[in-house]
């Protein structure tokens, strides 16, 4: 049985609890609404940097990007969602070199891990922000990442020079 | 003392019109019969028109509480959501269930929704906007706001699921204990006004609101008012009857379409009661803001019309409980019985003695300063 002074300390310091706990409230009332109007803030819409929303592979204006066509990204896809399809080319001097024929990749089935991104060794391909990913049909989610007629990168300049 | 102020807006105007009318072009019996017919009409059109409003407030102050917008598609600020929402449930399918009692399965709803309905009765929703105003108001209001409790019940006997059953019992327990609370708080202002009749209870707060009348004992019945008031619609931290994370929806688990929206416009409209009864028995209901000796501010006072009143009073009443709801957590169904036994129940029946006290000694706050 709890002592007399108690049951009043007890009943005084709830009811202060509950007021701080309306006070709360009533701040949170007047604080600025969060939501976002999707389709009508498009063009302000701010997405976080580090969202992954869809794997590409920038080319730069030369049209040319740096993928290898090493395969590591395919590899180490859990869901066998990149295809890396290479071609093999011969060089002038009689070397047989590997190329890029076409990057496969396959959105519906991607988790978004990053796996692929981090172990690229070449940093050839990231995560982009384009989340409106919505299609009609599930054909449409198959890309080819690298665009029509680029090719590789050619190694720096400095490099060449030693 | 009546004082004659100029009201230009008053409602009661037309309705004297309107029996002046009657009365010179029928004989008696009509008189009566399209009067009631109208009061009728006018009493459920206010509950339709009063629950679609409530919802669109609760939805909007809700999601403010939540820093989000709420309601924003359907029209400017989503104001035909509510009407779109109703549209949608009357042409949903009431879906049978099966091993239900089925009689008692189909009353349940119309218990909930008499109930409240009853109520509008003798709510002065203004100078002379109350249907009947009897000399037991206060004694009506609490006898068939606790009708409710019997759809309740019957809601979850019927349903033939154990969830329903466990709602409708808590709700019981629950409605029973905390009716005594209110009535007991409105037994303590029933004891400062002196009278039962809510009219009567109006015209006397004209110069000073029962809240302020008894000092603290009245500040204590208000708080404890609205706490078993918020106890009594299942609302707020209270609505341990449909705790739906352990019951799914409670009582009213089975019901479907228009049946489940009985259940849900009885919700609204029981926290429109509590609030207007509140409103009328402890912060002068209709009855514009009055000063004693200031004869131009009443006057002014007087210009805005007294259901403005009455339903400021009342939205006042119920932002105070959409804020309840949204800041306190939901209390465990002994937590809550604890609250009622042990805390609310003590504090009122000494509360009620200091009232008795105050009144006999003659130290309210009309009585010191008279009149």
């Known amino acids: 049985m709890r002592s007399f002074p108690q049951y009043f300390s007890d009943l005084f310091g709830g009811i202060r609890s509950l007021l701080t706990g309306l006070s709360v409230t009533w701040m949170e009332l007047w604080t600025k609404k969060v939501t976002q109007q999707y389709p009508e803030n498009r063009k302000t819409l701010v997405i976080s940097d580090r969202f992954r929303a869809e794997l590409s592979m920038p080319h730069d204006d030369n049209n040319e990007h740096a993928c290898t066509a090493c395969g590591i990204c395919q590899m180490n896809c859990p869901n066998g969602t990149i295809r890396v399809i290479s071609r093999t080319l011969e060089t002038d001097d009689g070397k047989k070199k590997r190329e890029l024929d076409r990057y496969i990749y396959d959105l519906g089935t991607c988790t978004f891990c990053n796996l692929c991104v981090i172990s690229c060794p070449s940093d050839a391909i990231k995560f982009t922000n384009n989340f409106e990913n919505a299609t009609f049909t599930r054909s449409k989610l198959v890309q080819q990442l690298n665009k029509e007629g680029s090719k590789l990168r050619a190694k720096k300049p400095v490099a060449k020079a030693e | ?371």
């Open chain 2, 1 to 371: 003392m009546i004082l004659n102020y100029s009201q230009p807006l008053e409602l009661s105007k037309l309705t004297s019109w309107i029996d002046t009318a009657l009365q010179s072009a029928l004989p008696g019996f009509w008189v009566l019969f399209i009067e009631l017919l109208l009061v009728g009409i006018a009493l459920l059109a206010a509950y339709a028109v009063i629950a679609i409003i409530l919802i669109y407030v609760e939805r909007k102050v809700t999601a403010f509480f939540q820093a989000r917008v709420g309601p924003n598609r359907v029209g400017k600020y989503g104001i035909f959501q509510t009407i779109a929402d109703v549209l949608k449930i009357l042409i949903k399918e009431i879906i049978q269930i099966n091993r239900v009692d089925k009689f008692l399965f189909f009353t349940a709803p119309f218990f909930m929704v008499v109930a409240s309905m009853l109520t509008f009765g003798v709510i002065p929703f203004g100078q002379g906007l109350q249907a009947i105003d009897f000399n037991i108001g206060v004694l009506y209001v609490t006898a068939v706001s606790s009708l409710g409790i019997i759809g309740v019940l019957l809601a979850g006997w019927s349903s033939n699921n154990k969830y329903s059953m466990i709602g409708a019992m808590r709700s019981g327990a629950q409605f029973v204990s905390y009716e005594l609370s209110a009535g007991f708080a409105l037994m303590t202002m029933v004891v400062l006004s002196g009278t039962m009749q809510l009219g009567e209870m109006v015209e006397t707060q004209r110069y000073c609101w029962n809240i302020f009348n008894g000092h603290l004992a009245s500040l204590v019945a208000f708080v404890i008012y609205l706490i078993s008031g918020h106890a009594e619609t299942n609302r707020g931290p209270f609505d341990l009857p449909e705790a739906e994370s352990e019951l799914t929806a409670g009582y009213h688990t089975e019901y479907s379409g228009l049946q489940f929206g009985f259940f849900y416009l009885a919700e609204y409209l029981n926290m429109f009661i509590i609030a207007a009864i509140a409103a009328t028995v402890f912060l002068g209901g209709w009855m514009p803001v009055q000063i004693w000796g200031w004869d131009a501010f009443n006057q002014l006072m007087w210009y805005i019309p007294s259901y403005v009143w009455f339903f400021g009073k009342v939205g006042v009443l119920i932002f105070f409980s959409l804020w309840v709801r949204w800041s306190f957590p939901r209390l465990r169904i002994d937590q809550l019985l604890n609250l009622e036994w042990k805390y609310l129940l003590p504090i009122n029946l000494v509360n009620i003695l200091i009232m008795v006290l105050i009144v006999l000694s003659g130290l309210t706050l009309t009585d010191i300063f008279g009149k």
